[in-house]
């Protein structure tokens, strides 16, 4: 850390808005998703509040329970009562809502011989109705739900409906690659040259249950079964049935096969079918009237056809608003590593998500805060809000983040953009985007561990350390950033500059309406690392909020235009120039690697 940002944490932590905290939004329901600031965990890798569900209630080894704490690919023990546990440490963070990985019942091993691993992710679901053995029991999640609650914090299930688990395999074809609807149609018993099959079926274009009842058979493309033993595998029982499901093989990711292919084998919803329609509205919309939560992120989102997710995602709003929640929030997964806003915009336009994940604002994040991209690339990101959705206003409530549990953490992408990078630049450029994060538009996500100083070795597996005492080797040999600690022991360290950071800039950021729902003015940018600046504006009030950052190692001294109302300027962050030079305009100066926060007095 350098003295630079040492002296912002100073202030952030003394000055006085520490003095004076925002007066609390006493009813929770009353905030809007943007006045959130999320925190995400995977419910394995956070606490292991009982040690007695480690196994989920299953006997035997490793490829029967899941459980290996020292493998990165099986479950550790972290459940709900250790997040119960742990809210403490997650509020003093600033959070006020927890999106948590998907707590339902997975299989748990799958897997080629030689290659398994277990559902400690969650997103291998065969029951939806249950909570997986592994994190507790549905008492244990309303537990967990209402402890939120009781502290105004809000709860944000992750779902999925695009599939199940690995459940249903097919009698030929080997590897399973995809067979498409030209040469396999619904028509045809595996294949164009092969017996006609499903007479009268006008294709899946066609959602009326009576075209449906018309689809009798599943094998047009492969001959799908389930395996002997597995017959009652999922809840609710209808899911048992592979008329239900897609059967095409495996996604190549692209066209067609992204949206009928299976997920690695993971059985793919026929989700244009009706009665898959209604039946994840059922399953769905009892968590929220049995539960109450705040919210859903949508896994797999771009995998499933948009006309199912214009039945959802109303119908779940409908169902939050007959259960008092009226900014029950809904985030979509459309995973992309690209700085692509219209992938992302089209998707809240053609499937009526209110909001995807920002991923764009990620993959620019890690582009211009590891110093390989200019500030154009952020100033061009928040000109193409207006392809969302809502328009600039509905961007505001698009979850940012700045790395994940499967592309890998942000510390990982800023290190392997600069080899050699010492630990306290490091720590720097870390924290300068975190600062982004928390002041910028759209609402912040923090990755669970990031605030320890956590940093992944690569993607997925290596990227899901544990927050309690790890005993997998290729986390506990990594050098986290700000502290001496390894992931040997627990890090739950109030004290870690990382936490602290974010803790202060989440007080600023509830205290300062022009940060979660104003809109934003570009101020600088450029083609090169240096300056960038804009202004969040007070939709109420009209207040000014100049926010600048520096992602260049010298420091920069630039005037930039501002309302000619804004004369004079307290630091909410980092250091300010008191006054205008001349109404409409204002000096900024910032450290290397600096970043501040300045509200015009009004
Ligand atoms: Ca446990
Ligand atoms: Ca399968
Ligand atoms: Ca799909
Ligand atoms: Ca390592």
């Known amino acids: 850390m350098n003295r630079y940002v040492a002296a912002v944490l100073g202030t952030l932590l003394a000055g006085p808005l520490a003095a004076q905290p925002a007066p609390p939004v006493t009813d929770y329901r009353a905030r809007t998703p943007e006045q959130e600031v999320v925190y995400f965990v995977l419910p394995d890798r956070f606490e292991n509040g009982d040690p007695t569900n480690d196994k989920g209630g299953l006997k035997g080894d490793r490829l029967r329970t899941g459980f290996d704490p020292a493998a990165k690919g099986f479950y550790h023990g972290g459940d709900l009562k250790g997040l119960v546990k742990r809210l403490d440490y997650i509020q003093g963070l600033g959070a006020s809502a927890i999106w948590v990985g998907p707590v339902f019942k997975n299989k748990p091993v799958q897997g080629p011989k030689g290659q398994e691993s277990a559902g400690y992710h969650g997103y291998w679901i065969t029951d939806f109705t249950s909570v997986d053995p592994h994190y507790g029991s549905n008492a244990d999640f309303k537990a967990f739900v209402d402890a939120a609650h009781a502290r105004g914090m809000k709860v944000y299930m992750d779902i999925i409906a695009n599939h199940t688990a690995d459940v249903i395999q097919y009698r030929d074809g080997g590897d399973y690659a995809y067979r498409g609807k030209a040469d396999y149609p619904f028509s045809r018993r595996g294949g164009i040259a092969s017996a006609a099959i499903n007479p ?60 009928y292919g299976d997920f690695v084998g993971l059985d793919d919803l026929a989700t244009e079918h009706p009665r898959v329609v209604a039946g994840m509205i059922e399953i769905y919309g009892d968590w929220i009237d049995k539960y109450g939560i705040d919210g859903f992120r949508i896994d797999t989102a771009r995998h499933v056809n948009p006309e199912f997710w214009r039945a959802f995602v109303p119908a779940m709003l409908a169902r939050a608003k007959a259960r008092g929640i009226p900014n029950f929030h809904i985030f979509g997964e459309v995973a992309t590593g690209d700085v692509d806003p219209a992938l992302l915009a089209r998707w809240t336009r053609i499937a009526d998500l209110p909001s995807t994940l920002d991923m764009a604002f990620a993959a620019a994040a890690q582009k211009v805060v590891s110093g390989k991209a200019g500030t154009d690339v952020l100033a061009r990101l928040f000109e193409d ?198 109404p409409g305009s204002v000096s900024v100066t910032l450290p290397p690697l600096g970043f501040a926060v300045c509200a015009a007095k009004e």
Not at 203 to 217: F, H, M, V
Not at 439 to 448: C, E, K, W
């Open 200 to 259: 009268g079926f006008a294709g899946d274009g066609d959602p009326r249950a009576d075209n449906w009842a018309r689809l009798t058979d599943p094998s047009f493309a492969f001959a799908p079964f389930v395996p002997k033993g597995e017959e009652k595998a999922k809840t609710p029982a209808w899911l048992n049935d592979p008329t239900y499901y897609h059967n095409r093989g495996n996604s190549n990711w692209v066209g067609e096969s992204a949206l």
């Open 385 to 582: 809000d207006a392809l969302y959705q809502g328009g600039e206003a509905g961007a505001l409530a698009l979850p940012t983040f700045l790395g994940n549990h499967d592309f890998g953490r942000f510390s990982m992408f800023v290190k392997q953009a600069n080899p050699g990078i010492g630990e306290d630049e490091l720590l720097d450029r870390v924290m300068l985007g975190h600062a982004m994060m928390m002041t910028l538009r759209g609402v912040p996500v923090i990755y669970y561990g990031d605030e320890q100083g956590f940093v992944s070795d690569g993607n997925d597996q290596l990227a899901r350390e544990d927050m309690f005492s790890s005993k997998v080797a290729v986390y506990n040999d990594n050098d986290l950033i700000g502290t001496a600690a390894t992931t040997a022991l627990a890090n739950f360290d109030k004290a870690h500059p990382l936490y602290r950071e974010v803790a202060a800039l989440a007080e600023v950021r509830k205290a300062t309406p022009a940060l979660h729902g104003g809109a934003t003015i570009s101020r600088a940018f450029s083609d090169k690392p240096g300056l960038y600046a804009v202004s969040r504006i007070d939709p109420e009030t009209g207040q000014e909020v100049v926010v600048a950052f520096n992602t260049s190692t010298a420091p920069v001294t630039q005037r930039i235009a501002v309302e000619p109302r804004s004369l004079t300027f307290t630091s909410l962050a980092g250091q300010c120039s008191p006054a205008a030079d001349a």
